[in-house]
């Protein structure tokens, strides 16, 4: 019986034996190795949301100008358009042929901090997310009047909207507008289900009501006439759109969409710019994706710390277990049993660490997924342990190991120079 | 069973310091080596146990001679044909008692058939605990929770499973009090004589000499202690 018979159990047993100092190492490793594992969750599950954010979106259209800047002002509500683009423009591509659907947006006005978009009921009908979900009312419904006003469900939450309530929109995008669109209150006519996008955040009008409430309104600012304007007056007019800022297109064969990129990029009329959003939150994930790596890395760290704490603990242990050695070594056992039983406890002691991570991770994700996920929008409830998890563990079980062939050396060269007995 | 020829041994930078020209034991001989600390007793042991290799000379166990054997089959041989018994912390910490007892069966598959063969490795360990007086619910108690003369008696039932040829120990009854010293050394020799084995228990102690087959004085077989 030379082969490592009984080396995995007597590891098993030695570990168990020294509780606490075990349980300590353990709980180092299961904490750092649950960091990594959750910084990768979340880094998966943000990049999913941020891709996924206009999956069912083809092309978006704006004035001419850069693609990052039109992907921010029109998907995420940051920054502003250079220019708009004309109505008539925007009726010609809307009636071109392989083009199914369009979604008009109009940007400009906010409330409370929330950005306001005039748009059409198209929106709520071909506007996806994630895997190919349209938006949802939780209640109410899409524009049934002039004044009525659609909110997403983080608006609804923070500012403690109902169906039914009156609100006033602001003139231009600040937390604090001077300029106030209050004579032309709006009614609260749905309210969306959460999106994880940047819809929860917004409040939807129709084209029409952005005309209505920029009636006698001359380059951003209010006249005599603005102040006159009332409800009733305003349904009398004929608000036919002039211009929208940008506008999302849906198309019925992709094999054209290169195409009409093309085309709209080279139209004549009008210097427009066409995305192709899949491609363009791509290459915005790979420069923000600096952050997750720099936070991965950090992880990474942190978990060669933990696996450090084994090193430590078999070290400093190394002096008292002499004994040991050399009892076992008198007993029959061969220089590399030793070698084995140290390599084997601190791989051990990572499994240990690595399995009791996943509970930790996974609990975790349990109780406070839902509470992350509705604070930043990153889905996370989908999360299940996978590859990866396998993968890291035993990654972790390779590196002690190989991190405990230190101890493991020294204690093989005790055991060869102390004979049947220590020499201290 | 011992055949000693011409063996000398240094450590590592060290004087010489053993230089055994002969010296041998018969089987089922149990013979009392003594000697005062640092003249080598320890060393010797470990030579004999095939722990240390000889640089010079032979040392031949059962006919075989363990030094000139790869580390593997000599390590074998040991756990095979050999029960050491220390001074003192003999057993693992964390194994209970007969598990302590029943390593050795762990590493040898001689030791383990002999074991089986006298009704089973197990019972032949409750077996041996028990006439050296350990029993009961002790069997599954940590080493630590025993008293320094139970532990030693632990350790001796552990270098008798098997019934290994040769026992060696290296001054087993110096941790122990006048009283459980006798007790002890009578029990060792009782069950060496029932398993046949030959011994060699080195000690500084010549009250313990007469028990045995033959006293031989290290000093009188080394001449490197001259």
């Known amino acids: 019986m030379s082969g490592a018979g009984p080396i995995p159990r007597l590891a098993f047993r030695s570990v168990a034996n020294r509780q606490l100092t075990a349980l300590l190492t ?33 092309l978006i259209v704006g004035a001419r100008g850069g693609d990052v800047n039109l992907i921010l002002y029109s998907v995420f509500h940051i920054g502003s358009p250079t220019a708009n683009v004309t109505w008539q423009t925007y009726q ?11 979604i008009p947006l109009a940007l400009g006005d906010s409330h409370k901090g929330f950005r306001v978009v005039g748009t059409t009921d198209a929106f709520f009908e071909h506007y996806e997310y994630g895997r190919g979900q349209t938006v949802r009312f939780a209640g109410g419904g899409a524009f049934g009047d002039l004044f009525d006003v659609v909110i997403g469900a983080d608006v609804a939450r923070e500012l403690g909207y109902e169906i039914g309530d009156q609100i006033v929109l602001s003139h231009g995008i600040g937390a604090v507008s001077f300029s106030q669109h209050d004579n032309l209150p709006f009614r609260i006519a749905g309210i969306l289900d959460r999106t994880g996008t940047p819809v929860d955040r917004t409040l939807m009008v129709s084209l029409q009501a952005i005309e209505a409430i920029h009636v006698g309104w001359q380059s951003g600012a209010p006249t005599q006439m603005a102040r006159a304007v009332t409800p009733d007056r305003v349904r009398a007019l ?18 054209a969409l290169l195409r009409y990129q093309r085309a709209i990029n080279t139209y004549r009329e009008e210097p427009l710019t066409a995305v192709i959003p899949a491609i363009a939150l791509r290459q915005m994930w790979d420069v923000i994706g600096v952050v997750e790596k720099t936070l991965s890395g950090v992880s990474l760290f942190v978990v060669f710390v933990g696996l450090l704490t084994i090193l430590t603990s078999i070290l400093t242990s190394l002096n008292e277990r002499r004994r040991e ?20 406890e601190a791989a051990l002691l990572a499994l240990a660490g690595g399995l ?69 | 069973m011992v055949d000693i020829s011409g063996l000398r041994f240094a450590w590592p930078g060290g004087p010489q310091i053993l230089n055994i020209p002969a010296f041998s034991l018969q089987a089922g001989e149990r013979i009392f080596l003594r000697g005062p600390s640092g003249s080598g007793k320890s060393t010797l042991l470990g030579l004999i ?8 000379g032979a040392v031949r166990i059962l006919g075989a001679d363990p030094g000139a054997m790869s580390g593997g089959r000599r390590d074998a041989f040991r756990a095979g044909h050999l029960g050491v018994v220390f001074q003192m912390f003999n057993l693992l910490p964390y194994l209970s008692v007969v598990e302590n007892v029943l390593l050795p069966c ?20 409750e077996r041996l605990l028990g006439r050296l007086g350990i029993g009961g619910d002790l069997l599954a108690r940590p080493p630590g929770a025993l008293s320094v003369g139970q532990q030693q008696r632990v350790a001796l039932a552990r270098a008798l499973i098997g019934a290994p040829e040769l026992l060696l120990a290296d001054e087993p009854t110096s941790a122990l009090d006048e009283d459980t010293k006798s007790a002890f050394l009578r029990l060792f020799l009782e069950e060496c004589e029932a398993t046949g084995s030959s011994l060699i ?22 001449r490197a202690a001259a």
């Not at chain 1, 750092?32 to 083809?58: P, R």
């Open chain 1, 92 to 102: 010609e591509i809307d009636g071109l042929p392989e083009i199914a659907w369009t």
């Open chain 1, 238 to 255: 004929d608000l036919q759109p002039t211009q929208v800022t940008a506008f999302y297109v849906g198309m019925s064969s992709r094999t």
């Open chain 1, 26 to 58: 353990i709980l180092a490793i299961s904490l750092s190795m649950a960091l990594f594992l959750g910084v990768q969750k979340v880094k998966e599950g943000a990049e999913a949301s941020f891709e996924q954010t206009v999956s069912g979106v083809d």
């Open chain 2, 201 to 222: 228990f080195v000690s500084h102690d010549r009250t313990l000499a007469g028990n045995f087959h033959r006293t031989v004085d290290l000093d009188d077989i080394n």
């Open chain 1, 356 to 424: 009791l991570s996943l509970v930790i991770l996974y609990g975790g994700l349990a109780l406070g997924g839902p509470a992350i996920e509705s604070a930043m929008g990153v889905r996370l409830m989908g999360v299940r342990p996978g590859l990866l998890d396998a993968a890291a563990i035993l990654a972790a079980v390779a590196c002690a190991a190989l991190l405990a062939i230190l101890p493991a050396w020294r204690a093989y060269r005790n055991s060869l120079a102390d004979g049947l007995t220590v020499r201290l």
């Open chain 2, 106 to 125: 762990q590493f040898s598959e001689r030791r383990a058939r002999a074991a089986d063969a006298r009704g089973g490795r197990r019972s032949e360990a």
């Open chain 1, 325 to 344: 050695m050399s009892v076992l070594r008198a007993i029959g056992a061969r220089p590399w049993h030793i070698f084995a039983l140290l390599v084997s």
């Open chain 2, 49 to 56: 146990g095939g722990v240390l290799r000889p640089p010079a």
